[in-house]
């Protein structure tokens, strides 16, 4: 049933709360032929730490299509059996990782809009866009109601825990802000779009360093005449019409090779 594949990593969405597995995170990556893939559940912060990876590390692991989720990237994995090979760096434009995210052009949409139709088509729920403008990146705040659901759902996985749990994580904090972009793709007929940000690495920014910087790391990334910025979209399971930001793609303009090669 598993199949060892290797992985680029290149998205990780905030942990989230789950009574089978305590918490989960849901990832994002390619497998060596370029095509999309998304890997879940995995409880990242309770595996061992040789074992978690970084983006656009190199994994190799077992994997499976999930037999619980029809969506056709979605894959579970052996979170026992990961080990992390290489990290691909950001030189000359992040020009090895772009050699990858880049090599099948089946999941490259020039607008949103583009990759809802090949979701009600094919059921479609991964792609990668590139950002024409963006007009607004604001903080939106989680309601109370979503607190006091994230306080409630702790105390009761943490009733069910081993008393002698030798590696116990830290209760996973909840976090009451979101970044929101307001943007358009780069079809010139894109009516505009906007999105709410999961990126793991952005919202562990807010929660170690504050909200403020948080928007501001986001702000300065939309400064489309120094990145050039791509947002990986991902579909939700129970509502696969809505999509959102799993990952951001923003290597800086100045460094990237005028080649086509390098060019999506």
Known sequence: MWEERRILIWGKTYPELSFTHRETVCTGGCFTDGSPVRIYPVPFR?????????????????????????????????????????????????EARREVIFKDSSWYYECLGDLKEAQMHERTSLGVIPVR???????????????????????????????????????????????????????PLCPGHSS?????????????VGERTMLAKMEEISNLDTYDLHFFAGNLK??????????VWYPKKKHMQQSSMFTP
């Open 46 to 94: 309770l595996i061992e730490q040789q074992r978690r990876y970084r983006l656009y590390n190199w994994i190799r692991a077992p994997v499976a299509p999930s037999t619980s989720d029809t969506r056709p990237e979605s894959y579970k994995i052996n979170p026992n059996g990961i080990e992390v090979l290489a990290h691909l760096d950001t030189a000359h434009g992040w």
């Open 133 to 187: 403008e963006v007009t607004k990146v604001q903080l939106t705040h989680r309601s109370e109601s979503d607190r006091l659901v994230h306080k409630e759902k702790l105390r009761e996985i943490k009733s069910t825990l081993d008393l002698f749990d030798s590696d116990p994580a830290p209760d996973l904090e909840f976090f009451p802000y979101r970044v929101r972009v307001w943007w358009r793709c780069k079809s």
């Open 196 to 208: 709410h940000i999961y990126d793991w690495g952005l919202g562990e920014l807010g929660r170690r």
């Open 238 to 247: 129970a509502h696969p019409h809505i999509f959102i930001v799993v990952g």
